[in-house]
C-alpha cells in the first residue's frame, strides 16, 4: 500500500465506492424481493390471514346469521331461543361494527355501490326481520310458525346478501389481480431505476476520480520533473510550476517555486562572486607577474 502511487489509491478508492454502491444494489434488491407483492414475506401474511378467514365466520357476512336464524326456527325450547336470540344481538352489533369500518376505507364506487350499500342493506333488513319477527314467531309456540318467516323472508333476503358478496369477492379479486400487476410492474420500474442509478454513480464517481486524480498527480509530477532536472546537474533554476489551484498543492507549488526563485538568486551571487573572484585573481596574477618581471629587468641592468 506504501508503495502504491497516487493515482493508484484513488482509483483503489474509487474501486471501492463502485463496490460498496453494488452490494447496496444487492441488498436492496434482495430486501425489495423479500418484502414485495407476491413475495415470501407477503405470501405468509396473506396465508396466515386465509386460515383465519377459512376458520373463523366473516362479521360482514351474515351466514352465522343465518344459520342461527335457522336454530331458532327449529328449537321449541324458550330459553334456547332466548339464547340465541342474544347470539344475534351480538352478530348484528359484529356486522354493524366491520361495516361502519369499511365504510370509512373503500373508496371505489364500484364496491361501495354492492358491498356498503346493496350488501348492508340486505343485511340490515335480514337482522330487522331476525330480531323482530323471527324471535317473536319462535317464542310464540301455540301459533308461531318461525318456519314461514325463515323460507319466505328470510331465505331471500340472505340469497340476495349472498349475491352482494360473491359480487364484492369478484370485484376485490379483480382489483387486485390490477394492483398485483401493476405493482410488479412498478417494482420492476424502481429496481431498473435503481440499477441505472447505481450505474451512473459509478460512471461519475469514477470520471470525478479521474479529474481529482490528474488535479492532484500533475502539479506534483511538475515538481517531480523540476527536481529530477535540478538533481541532474543541468537544472533550469528558472523554470517554475504553474499554480493552478489553492488547496494544498497549489501551496505547495508556491513554496516550490518561492524556493527555486532564492536557489536561483543564490546561485545568482555565487557566479557573480566567483566571478568577481576570478577577475580579481587574474588581475592579482597580472601584477605579480609584472612585478617578477620588472625585477628580472632591473637585475639584468645592474650587470
Request: charge should be neutral.
Amino acid at each position: 500500500m506504501k508503495d502504491l502511487k497516487i493515482s493508484g489509491k484513488l482509483i483503489m478508492l474509487v474501486s471501492i465506492f463502485g463496490v460498496g454502491i453494488s452490494i447496496m444494489y444487492m441488498f436492496s434488491y434482495l430486501a425489495i424481493s423479500r418484502v414485495k407483492v407476491n413475495g415470501p414475506i407477503y405470501k405468509t401474511i396473506i396465508n396466515g390471514k386465509d386460515i383465519i378467514a377459512d376458520i373463523l365466520p366473516p362479521p360482514a357476512y351474515i351466514i352465522e346469521a343465518y344459520l342461527t336464524s335457522y336454530q331458532i326456527a327449529s328449537t321449541k325450547d324458550s330459553s334456547e331461543i332466548n339464547r340465541l336470540a342474544e347470539k344475534l344481538k351480538i352478530l348484528h352489533s359484529d356486522f354493524d361494527s366491520r361495516y361502519s369500518y369499511w365504510n370509512k376505507i373503500i373508496k371505489d364506487e364500484k364496491l361501495k355501490k354492492e358491498f356498503l350499500e346493496s350488501a348492508y342493506k340486505n343485511g340490515t333488513d335480514f337482522f330487522a326481520i331476525a330480531e323482530g319477527e323471527l324471535i317473536s314467531e319462535a317464542l310464540n309456540t301455540d301459533t308461531g310458525n318461525p318456519s314461514a318467516i325463515l323460507s319466505d323472508k328470510l331465505t331471500p333476503i340472505y340469497n340476495a346478501h349472498r349475491l352482494n358478496v360473491d359480487n364484492t369477492v369478484k370485484i376485490v379479486t379483480d382489483s387486485n389481480l390490477l394492483i398485483e400487476k401493476n405493482s410488479s410492474k412498478e417494482l420492476k420500474f424502481i429496481l431498473i431505476s435503481i440499477f441505472l442509478t447505481c450505474i451512473i454513480l459509478i460512471i461519475i464517481i469514477g470520471l470525478i476520480g479521474t479529474f481529482i486524480s490528474k488535479l492532484i498527480t500533475t502539479p506534483i509530477n511538475n515538481m517531480k520533473n523540476q527536481l529530477k532536472e535540478i538533481s541532474s546537474g543541468q537544472g533550469d533554476l528558472s523554470l517554475r510550476i504553474p499554480v493552478t489551484s489553492n488547496d494544498e498543492i497549489g501551496d505547495m507549488a508556491i513554496y516550490f517555486n518561492s524556493f527555486m526563485a532564492k536557489l536561483e538568486s543564490l546561485i545568482r551571487e555565487v557566479k557573480n562572486v566567483s566571478s568577481e573572484v576570478s577577475e580579481f585573481s587574474i588581475s592579482l596574477l597580472n601584477d605579480v607577474k609584472g612585478a617578477v618581471e620588472g625585477n628580472s629587468i632591473d637585475s639584468d641592468n645592474k650587470y
